[in-house]
């Protein structure tokens, strides 16, 4: 392995090892508390060298919001091709985006609700930002009939979300989550699919 490798593959893992570090803080205590003085700390690095691998916070959380994009198509996938019917795919999938955002509120904060600098619903948007609304398109499509696919998943995705930040937000009841669910994905789903 040469010098040069090496150095590539250990700064790699250093700005893992900052997306981790800012992952787990914003989880503890919420993005407001990410900043450079206890990121450095608890990775046990200066701050100059926080500044070496990104240039700002939000630069920081882009990449945070781009790892938690790639883990949620993995996950969206994951149900999508488990179910035995369009149907019970886009059932699937809504309970996977809904999981996903129950079991990390501040990822999913960073992905859909706080200003990143990352180019959304564009060609040039990053791979896993499309792979994920790719799998919520991929459960959408077999159910639009006679609408566009493209626009159906947009509205399936922004209905999901509205439901989820009421309820995080204390405006609808938590308890009454899944039924609101289940009566979302049935008003998308043609009986006969």
Do not use: N
């Not at 450079?36 to 959380?61: C, D, N, W």
């Not at 809504?94 to 609700?113: H, S």
């Not at 398109?137 to 009421?166: F, I, K, N």
Request: charged share 25%; proline share 7%; with cysteine.
């Amino acid at each position: 392995m040469s010098i040069r490798t090496r150095r590539e593959r250990e700064r790699a893992e250093r700005e893992q090892l900052i997306v981790t570090a800012a992952r787990e803080l914003a989880e503890a205590e919420g993005w407001d508390a990410v900043t450079t003085r206890p990121l450095a700390a608890g990775i046990e690095y200066s701050q100059p060298v926080l500044y070496s691998h990104f240039k700002s916070k939000e630069a920081i959380m882009a990449a945070v919001a781009v790892q938690g994009f790639e883990e949620l198509a993995g996950e969206l996938y994951a149900a999508r091709t488990s179910a035995p019917s369009p149907r019970d795919a886009l059932g699937a999938v809504g309970r996977a985006y809904a999981g996903f955002c129950e079991r990390r509120p501040a990822l999913y904060d960073v992905m859909f609700t706080l200003t990143v600098d990352l180019p959304f619903a564009t060609p040039e948007a990053p791979a896993p930002l499309h792979a994920a609304v790719g799998e919520l398109r991929l459960a959408v499509t077999p159910l639009a009939t006679g609408e566009d696919p493209g626009e159906l998943t947009e509205t399936v995705w922004a209905a999901l979300h509205g439901l989820l930040t009421l309820m995080r937000g204390g405006r609808l009841r938590r308890e009454q989550h899944d039924r609101r669910l289940a009566l979302l994905i049935s008003r998308f789903c043609p009986p006969d699919k």
